[in-house]
């Protein structure tokens, strides 16, 4: 079963604009790690913003922040003031932290969301 | 030029032929990982090492090999690959999850990887 689920395949949004990309996520383990990642056409995955399970802030970095409402399993990236460069996919990651398992060292992904900013 | 190196960029290969991939990292992690990422699919984990010694092992096929020498070196060996096996590898690191658990995971660049 698809653990982490990106229902926006691809968004368009105006410059200095705010946009939101959902993700939900599917976990019965306690404590996990939510991340986001953006890859624009170079390929690279460059990690965004992370929240844990158990933070009870909402996390931000600088223009992005992370609307986490762990009874709903969500964990929306909110992206304000969008700019040009902000045109990419963003793709929404899970760890799981079950103690008697290696999968702590891994993320499942969405399947993404393309984003483009126009001007 | 990010921590995580990957090479070659591109690489087009055979059916029959044998290549490798390189990951180097240079940010002192204790964990590698290679991803493969298909068009219009999550990206999927491959293998993962863990202090030089693979951790798990996603039911890769056989005709992809991992090796991880030391710590800052990931390969991945690929022989008689399919047309399938065409897609983007990405290697990652990331320190241990006990001692930096909101650490993000580096990516490399990617090797674009087209079989003929």
């Known amino acids: 079963a698809q653990k982490i689920t990106q229902t926006q395949p691809g968004m368009f949004v105006q410059e200095k604009e705010a946009v939101t990309l959902d993700c939900t996520y599917d976990?019965?383990?306690?404590?996990?790690?939510l991340f986001w990642y953006k890859q624009p056409s170079s390929g690279e995955m460059i990690f965004l913003i992370y929240?844990?399970?158990?933070?009870?802030q909402n996390a931000t970095e600088g223009r992005y922040s992370l609307n986490f409402q762990k009874a709903r399993k969500s964990a929306n990236l909110v992206i304000s003031a969008s700019q040009l460069g902000d045109s990419a996919m963003y793709f929404c990651a899970m760890r799981e932290d079950e103690d008697n398992s290696n999968s702590g060292y891994a993320l499942n992904f969405g399947k993404g969301t393309s984003l483009l900013v126009t001007p | 030029e990010t921590g995580v190196t990957q090479t070659p960029r591109h690489l087009v290969m055979g059916m029959t032929n044998k290549k490798s991939l390189k990951c180097e990292q240079h940010?002192?992690?204790?964990?590698m990982y290679w991803y493969k990422q298909s068009a219009k699919k999550p990206l999927e984990l491959m293998f993962v090492?863990?202090?030089?010694?693979?951790?798990e092992n996603n039911s890769v096929p056989s005709r992809f090999s991992p090796e991880c020498p030391n710590s800052s070196h990931l390969f991945l060996h690929l022989h008689t690959l399919q047309p399938e096996d065409s897609a983007l590898y990405l290697c990652?690191?990331?320190?241990?999850?006990?001692?930096?658990?909101?650490?993000?995971?580096?990516f490399g660049s990617g090797t674009r990887l087209t079989v003929v």
């Open positions: 090492y863990s202090l030089e010694e693979r951790v």
């Open positions: 929240q844990g399970s158990y933070d009870q």
């Open positions: 976990t019965s383990d306690p404590s996990y790690g």
């Open positions: 990652a690191s990331s320190q241990d999850r006990e001692m930096e658990p909101n650490y993000g995971y580096t």
């Open positions: 940010l002192g992690h204790n964990a």
